[in-house]
C-alpha cells in the first residue's frame, strides 16, 4: 500500500532549506529577533534545520536592519519592467 505524499512536501533538499528560511525571515518580521534567535538556540541542539538557520541568524538580522534604513523609492509600471529585464529584481 502506498503512501501519497501531502501536495505542500518538499520536492529537494534546497526546496526544505529555502522554506525553512522564508518562514524565519517572516517571523523576524512577526517576532522580532530576540524570539527568533532564543526559539532558534533552544532547538538547534537537536534539530539540524534550526542549526543551520542559526548560523545564517546574524546575517539576515543584519542584511534586514541595513535594508530598513533605506528609502522607499517609487516607480512606475514601465520602470519596474525594465528591472526585472535586466535582472536587478527578482
Given amino acids: 500500500m502506498r503512501r501519497s505524499k501531502p501536495k505542500d512536501s518538499p520536492k529537494s533538499v534546497e526546496d526544505v532549506w529555502q522554506r525553512a528560511f522564508n518562514i524565519m525571515c517572516s517571523a523576524l518580521d512577526k517576532y522580532g529577533p530576540n524570539e527568533v534567535l532564543r526559539t532558534l538556540i ?19 538580522v543584519a542584511l534586514g536592519n ?8 517609487k516607480v512606475n509600471k514601465r520602470t519596474l519592467k525594465r528591472l526585472e529585464k535586466r535582472g536587478c529584481l527578482i
Fill in 42 to 60: 533552544v532547538n538547534s541542539r537537536n534539530d539540524i534545520v534550526c542549526r543551520h538557520l542559526l548560523l545564517r541568524f546574524p546575517t539576515t
Fill in 66 to 73: 541595513f535594508l530598513s534604513r533605506l528609502p522607499v523609492i
